[in-house]
């Protein structure tokens, strides 16, 4: 890459902080082990390795199998690893987060709607949509993981 890019927190702070609000009110609706799914699910999908970094160390630190992270990538082929809803919510992930002309299947949002409540279905948009900007800030501002 070249010259380092400006970051969103060092010139734009009122609006990360904005989005990191936005984070917590989700993080407050959504079970904790599905949003680091669905962040960690958009993030590989984007190609955003800051963010994929980030979400596998997150789900890592709470308790996730090195395994079940690494099958995040090939979720509809890795059999029983996935749960129903975990399964129902990566679908909603992989939709949202490819948009083509059919953008969220009534199917997949009601496979989702029969384990989710209302509030828990709108938070579940909500953050895939949240976990979309980041990318698209992580990719456009040049952010890559640290070396460890």
């Given at each position: ?47 955003c390795a ?42 909603v992930v ?55």
């Amino acid at each position: 890459m070249g010259s380092p890019r400006a970051q969103m927190a060092h010139h734009l702070p009122e609006a990360y902080t904005e989005l990191a609000r936005l984070s917590a009110v989700l993080d407050g609706v959504l079970d904790d082990g599905l949003h680091t799914l669905v962040k960690l699910r958009a993030s590989v999908l984007n190609g955003c390795a800051f963010c994929v970094d980030m979400h596998t160390r997150e789900a890592l630190e709470a308790g996730t199998s090195p395994q079940r992270v690494a099958l995040v990538a090939a979720w509809r082929e890795a059999g029983g690893h996935f749960t129903e809803v975990e399964r129902a919510v990566l679908a909603v992930v992989d939709a949202l987060t490819r948009l083509d002309g059919d953008g969220l299947p009534d199917e997949v949002h009601d496979a989702a709607a029969a384990h989710l409540s209302e509030r828990e279905m709108v938070a579940l948009v909500t953050a895939v949509g949240l976990v979309n900007l980041y990318n698209r800030l992580g990719i456009g501002t040049g952010m890559t993981p640290p070396v460890r």
